[in-house]
């Protein structure tokens, strides 16, 4: 077990506080796990009362009282069995004996106690409770047992503690700008997309608004995968158990897919034979009997594309590009709003090169994952290579290629100008990966673009090429995915921006305001003008004030307004007024708007929102 840091321990320390105060107030409390975590800590709890904002209250007072009682941290070690007998003795049987069975023969076990309460705990602890000067009960949630949604579904306790009163300020400060910013809140406001449970959880119905973001984005990424020589594929959505056994996804990732699908005259003959659920599930395994998969990754159906025709190495680098939609199984307990859900897609892309071409086509890759992130204003980033364990037996492949591999993406991260940090035992399976973590406005980090490269699954399908010999060669590949998911990638957007987006993202650009129903026609010769130039316009001809219209476009969210009255009419101008670029503003023709507005788009100009606004 790593040490905790100094925060760690203090947050950890708060776990056991919390729960030390739970216990006063509700004695009848089983209680699972207290760790610290990245923001905080939580305490997972069985407890037939439903807790509410008011328990919540009445157990940080609690806790006030058990930190002004300045309590010690007593660490106490003992052995298997009288670990045991003192779980029994304090009455939490119910998950503690189950913790105590995960802790390996051999490994010291211990309990900490903190005046009357005792919890079996490895550590590590601050010496004294008065230690803990700065912390927030922030809220409760449902949490499966184990993480696993066939246990029983206890309550956790969410709370945050730091050094500092001055600290705890600003980060409570910057949860209130997450939960204005919250996607799933500001997708239902601004009619984003829709998840439906008559659908599916974790399936996202992209709604008209979110579909324009999302298809511009793709143009985008489109136009410069067109400029670097890529060639645009489509694949089905399922494909057949024995490629994805090839590949080796199936069974590696099995947990993590949707189940095989077999061909119903194979289910009814089975079925006759007596076959078992059990049987049927190990013929699946074992590849007695064939199936087919929800299509979990993009990269074997490449693949066999790449390999449906001969290739010399004067046809490479090839490179194939799909939006792919894919389908992994998250337990429901982990899906959240866009940012993990059941069914996305990836902006994926394979390359297939020589081994001396790799350097330039990971350098070609990164270009790409830097220019979307540094369009979209998201320029604060940090990189990660995820690298291979020794020590672990995930991984395929011969180690000299991995070593190659690693070797090529140490040497391609040093070119972005961007600290880089190197993980062991991140790689996937079949290779080395960077993986870009960008910081959005609030200081929330998120994992997003990728490149890895790859040469497993090239040996594992047998591809080649000829060679300058005239002899076979084995290719090496490149997956990239400079947004990652689309539905994940949108989601992160929405919350950066805070719904605010730039002209050339936003589903409705410019809305015409006419200050009476006299001008609603010449608002609409402005409106059909602007729709001639492709810019996304609509006219509001609902009879009511000004400032109401104006207090529509600002919830809304649209980015430019124009305002018709009728002396602007009488001289043929509209008065512009924009949420995201004041350099747009005053009294305009609409043809002067127009222009001044496909530059901003065409320049992926970013918002620069006023003040007031």
Known sequence: MKDMSPLEELRHSCSHVLATAILRLFPETQLDIGP????????????????????????????????????????VECSR??????IKEIGQERYKLGRLDDIPEGEAISFYQNGEFIDLCAGSHVGYTKKI????????????????????????????????????????ERLEQAKARDHRKLGKELKLFHIDEAVGAGMVLWTPNGAVIRQELQNFISEELRMADYDQVFTPHIGKLGLYRTSGHFPYYKDSQFPPIVE????????????????????????????????????????????????????????????????????????NGMTRVRGFTQDDAHLFCTEDQISQEIKGCLDLVKLVFNTLGMSDYRVRIGLRDPDSTKYVGDAAQWDKAEAALREAAQTLDVDFVEEPGEAAFYGPKIDFV?????????????????????????????????????????????????ERFCGV???????????????????????????????????????????????????DKLGAKIRKCHIDKVPHFLVLGRQEAEQGLV???????????????????????????????????????
């Open 36 to 75: 610290p975590t990245e923001n905080g800590f939580y305490y997972d709890i069985d407890l037939d009362k439903k807790l509410d904002a008011s328990d919540l209250e009445a157990i940080e007072a609690e806790m006030k009282k058990v930190i002004k009682e300045n309590q010690k941290f007593i660490r």
């Open 81 to 86: 069995e009288e670990a045991i007998a003192k």
């Open 133 to 172: 000067k700065a912390y927030k009960l922030l809220s409760i949630a449902g949490a499966y047992h184990r993480g696993d949604e066939k246990n029983k579904q206890l309550q956790r306790i969410y709370g945050t503690a730091f050094a500092s009163k001055d600290e705890l300020t600003e980060y409570l």
């Open 264 to 335: 119903p005259g194979t289910v009814d003959r089975l079925a006759q034979e007596g076959c078992s659920c059990a049987d049927l599930s190990n013929q699946l395994d074992s590849g007695e009997i064939d199936g087919y998969l929800l299509k979990p990754m993009n990269c074997p159906m490449h693949i066999k594309i790449f390999d449906s025709q001969p290739h010399s190495y004067r046809d490479l680098p090839v490179r194939l590009a799909e939006f792919g939609t894919v389908y992994r199984w998250e337990q429901s307990g982990e899906l």
């Open 438 to 486: 960008v910081k959005d406005v609030i200081g929330r980090e998120w994992q997003l673009g990728t490149v890895q490269v790859d040469y497993n699954l090239p040996e594992r399908f047998d591809l080649s090429y000829i060679g300058a010999d005239n002899e076979k060669h084995r290719p090496v590949m490149i997956h990239r995915a400079p947004f990652g998911s689309m």
């Open 493 to 543: 957007l929405i919350e950066h921006f805070a719904g605010n987006f730039p002209t050339w993202l936003a589903p409705e650009q410019v809305r015409i305001l006419p200050m009476n129903d006299e001008l609603v026609p010449q608002a609409r010769e402005i409106e059909k003008l602007l729709k001639v130039a492709k810019i996304r316009v609509t006219v509001d001809a609902v009879a």
């Open 575 to 613: 008065k512009v007024n924009s949420r995201t670029n004041a350099s747009l503003e005053g009294l305009k023709t609409p043809a002067e708007f127009m222009t001044d507005l496909l530059q901003h788009i065409a320049n992926k100009t970013l918002p620069e929102p006023k003040e007031s606004k």
